[in-house]
């Protein structure tokens, strides 16, 4: 298998996996270029894409095109190649976040392949969640999972929780009432769109979930101030379960990892019946992000928060066309 050229059909199929990864606002900041001669993805970020008040440093960026590259993984050991990876290979050219060559079935890597059915199975959920706890050894497989792909998984507790929850509140409260903030919000999201149909990036109004009326849950609101026809209200859960995605350092490799990580675990996630949501406002604050960080040893950079809990699968959201985000070089 590891001389065969592949079809250009097998690729296409390789990218729609990969492409159906989160991103911040759904912006899907990705570009694959495909070398068939050496069997090798180039993933790429598109700066176009990038939120320039809410992720001015491309830090989001990097996490959602990583959670694309974990999906390439997971796709290629799928079809019965190793994907040997290479994070930032040429410092000359920052929009090069990996290269995936397809080799021989290789170790190491055998973890993944169960994944491969959660691809499309996972969609963000912004509904209200059970009160239920994620049982002690789903918690302990999901850490697991972020420490195979270099990052680490907390579950705050307490007022540790209390402490993340304000901190979202108050990023949330900024958010609502700043202008750049606001205009990225504009520019990524679809009010009008009925359907999956009808835009190919973007969150789309169907997704955006019920209106908070009551509960703790760190629910954003995309509509913020805009009406939305037929929108509902629902009481969200009392005691939201958070998870807390680290990394120890701070730069561009160690989003990857954590883009890679949070895939994993969401992934992961969706095969033990849990659905997510993404809690972003506190880290879009700089003098919000910091404190979110381990209260006991003050150490580690939080680059995700998560929202886990039982309850309804959220709607399958836009994909730009295969054709807009992969190129095939000889």
């Given at each position: 298998?590891?001389?065969?050229?592949?079809?250009?059909?097998?690729?296409?199929?390789?990218?729609?996996?990969?492409?159906?990864?989160?991103?911040?606002?759904?912006?899907?900041?990705?570009?694959?270029?495909?070398?068939?001669?050496?069997?090798?993805?180039?993933?790429?970020?598109?700066?176009d894409r990038v939120m320039p008040h809410a992720d001015p440093d491309t830090r989001a960026l990097h996490i959602g095109c990583a959670a694309a590259l974990l999906n390439l993984r997971v796709a290629v050991i799928h079809g019965g190649w190793y994907p040997a990876t290479r994070l930032l290979p040429d410092p000359a050219d920052p929009a090069l976040l990996a290269t995936v060559q397809l080799t021989g079935l290789g170790s190491g890597e055998s973890e993944l392949a169960a994944l491969y059915p959660a691809i499309h199975?996972?969609?963000?959920?912004?509904?209200?969640?059970?009160?239920?706890?994620?049982?002690?050894?789903?918690?302990?497989?999901?850490?697991?999972?972020?420490?195979?792909?270099?990052?680490?998984l907390s579950f705050p507790t307490g007022w540790h929780l209390q402490e993340v929850l304000e901190l979202v509140e108050e990023a949330e409260a900024r958010n609502l009432t700043d202008r750049?903030?606001?205009?990225?919000?504009?520019?990524?999201?679809?009010?009008?769109?009925?359907?999956?149909?009808?835009?190919?990036?973007?969150v789309p109004g169907y997704a955006f979930g019920p209106r908070k009326r009551g509960g703790n849950a760190p629910m954003r609101d995309f509509a913020g101030s805009r009406p939305v026809e037929g929108r509902s209200a629902a009481g969200f859960e009392r005691s939201p379960h958070l998870a807390l995605l680290s990394t120890d350092r701070d730069r561009p490799e160690d989003w990857l990892c954590a883009g890679q990580a949070m895939e994993h675990v969401l992934l992961l996630a969706t095969l033990e019946g849990i659905?997510?949501?993404?809690?972003?406002?506190?880290?879009?604050?700089?003098?919000?992000?910091?404190?979110?960080?381990?209260?006991?040893s003050g150490t580690g950079h939080v680059q995700m928060v998560l929202r886990l809990g039982y309850g309804p699968k959220g709607p399958s959201t836009p994909r730009r066309p295969v054709s807009e985000v992969l190129d095939i070089q000889p």
């Open positions: 298998m590891s001389q065969q050229v592949l079809p250009e059909e097998r690729v296409t199929a390789l990218i729609y996996d990969a492409a159906a990864a989160p991103s911040m606002h759904n912006a899907q900041p990705w570009r694959f270029l495909y070398f068939q001669g050496s069997r090798t993805v180039h993933v790429r970020a598109d700066f199975q996972r969609h963000t959920s912004r509904f209200p969640f059970e009160e239920t706890d994620v049982p002690e050894a789903v918690q302990t497989a999901l850490r697991d999972a972020a420490s195979l792909q270099g990052a680490s750049g903030s606001g205009e990225d919000l504009a520019a990524w999201t679809r009010i009008d769109a009925p359907s999956v149909n009808t835009a190919t990036d973007g659905s997510s949501s993404f809690v972003t406002q506190a880290l879009e604050w700089s003098d919000l992000r910091w404190p979110l960080r381990d209260p006991i």
